[in-house]
């Protein structure tokens, strides 16, 4: 059973260096070409960003299957031996916790060097190092604090029935739930800071929005998000009487009024349409699926491992085939996903104007340095948007691309 997941594993791990070799190969062919949607400079530092962001992600991804051999090889039992000295409970905590811990250590380097070197050399961070350290320091405290009542339910759940797999996918959908009903409170408490909107001449605009989708608001506020990073985005958080409409102050600065009226009409039309509820539901049959599968998992697995069938191997050998789960199943939620954004432009088309909701989405792709054009496959696997020109088209846009002349020739090498 192990050289099975272990097989399947490394399957996963060549098909995702397939997918970045493909992509990096496309983007490489298409940024030497005409530029779409930037000028000629901008398309090529684009093009250059997204491929260093590609060969990161190619060389995380060889990383992960590094570790993934080193805790299936020897880790998961060096886990087990160091805190089966402690109560029960407790062991079970302390060893899972040691494993998130162990995991989230390895990968600050390259966290570190995405932040601090990638997204320094292309303009995007804004963070001083004094930032980034309390920003790791409170979100390790709260992985800790939080990962540990979490870890306390579970394994509460498998010592109390046989169906553990079940109740546990309830317990952890239930946490998810909650979780996106806090989220703004959260973020707010402990990272950014939120202040309400000033512009009352905006406010009042944003609230006639509201009003014609039926969308009911706690308020509108402003994230400090510009003491981090330069990218421009907003959200609408919550759930219920706890909902929120976050703006990203970078997203002020750039857009106009009617632009950003755009963005909230698209954010909107996901309200009005239900989208939320439905990639909630979407996720949780997933993640049911998740647990149904490895609830089902013989015993001899861990007789291989050499390690006992106790809750926190169970839940340990759970996170890490968890991404290789996650995979699998992102393609039909890409699909799902990319079919609501359509709908969500239409809205925002008819809300705030089609065409400020197209110069905004140009807006979006230069200030972000998001390359116009991927690989198919790579749309297929990763996209949870459609490209940007293909929305633009539906908008009633057609902007000429070259789109599929980086599929002809020879691929460039990865330079």
């Known amino acids: ?9 490394t399957l996963y791990v060549l098909i995702r260096i397939y997918v970045s070799v493909m992509q990096i190969g496309y983007v490489n062919q298409a940024k030497r070409q005409s ?11 684009a093009g250059n960003y997204a491929v260093a ?9 060889m990383l992960d299957f590094v570790i993934f051999m080193a805790w299936m090889s020897f880790g998961i039992s060096w886990i087990e031996q160091t805190f089966m000295v402690y109560d029960p409970t407790l062991a079970t905590i302390f060893a899972v916790l040691a494993f998130i811990l162990v995991n989230g250590l390895i990968s600050m380097p390259i966290e570190y060097y995405e932040k601090f070197v990638l997204d320094v050399e292309y303009g995007f961070n804004r963070s001083s190092m ?11 405290l709260l992985t800790i604090v939080f990962g540990a009542l979490i870890v306390w339910g579970i394994y509460a759940i498998i010592i109390s029935t046989e169906l553990w797999w079940l109740w546990s996918f309830l317990f952890i959908f239930g946490v998810i739930v909650l979780l996106n009903m806090f989220f703004p409170t959260l973020r707010a408490l402990f990272f950014d800071k939120l202040t309400p909107l000033e512009d009352e001449e905006l406010n009042k605009q944003i609230t006639r929005l509201m009003d014609e989708t039926g969308f009911q608001s706690s308020g509108v506020f402003i994230s400090d998000a510009s003491k981090r990073d330069a990218r421009l985005n907003a959200y609408f958080g919550g759930l219920g ?21 755009a963005v909230l009409g698209h954010e909107l039309g996901h309200f009005q349409h239900g989208d939320i509820y439905k990639n909630m539901a979407l996720m949780g049959g997933m993640l049911f699926a998740m647990f149904a599968l490895f609830g089902n998992l013989p015993d001899t697995l861990y007789m291989e491992l050499g390690v006992q069938k106790s809750a926190a191997n169970m839940m340990i050998l759970f996170m890490l085939v968890m991404p290789l789960l996650s995979f699998v199943m992102m393609p039909i939620m890409g699909i799902m996903s990319r079919h609501n954004e359509y709908a969500a432009d239409q ?18 792709v230069s200030e972000n340095k998001s390359f116009p054009l991927s690989h198919p496959i790579y749309i297929f696997f990763y996209y949870t948007h459609p490209p940007v020109l293909e929305r633009l088209k539906e908008l009633g846009f057609d902007i000429h691309a070259n789109a599929d002349d980086a599929l002809e020739g020879t691929c460039p090498s990865i330079d």
């Open 130 to 140: 004094k930032q980034y350290i309390k920003d790791t320091v409170i979100s390790t």
């Open 347 to 364: 809205t925002g088309a008819d809300l705030g104007g089609k065409f400020f909701l197209s110069e905004a989405l140009k807006k979006l």
């Open 53 to 61: 962001k590609e060969k990161l992600s190619m060389f995380t991804t």
């Open 1 to 9: 059973m192990v050289t099975a997941i272990i097989g399947i594993y």
């Open 35 to 45: 530029a779409v949607l930037m000028t000629a400079a901008e398309f090529l530092k």
């Open 241 to 261: 009487k706890t909902k929120r409409v976050v703006l990203f102050d970078t997203l002020l600065e750039k857009l106009t009024p009617n632009e950003l009226l």
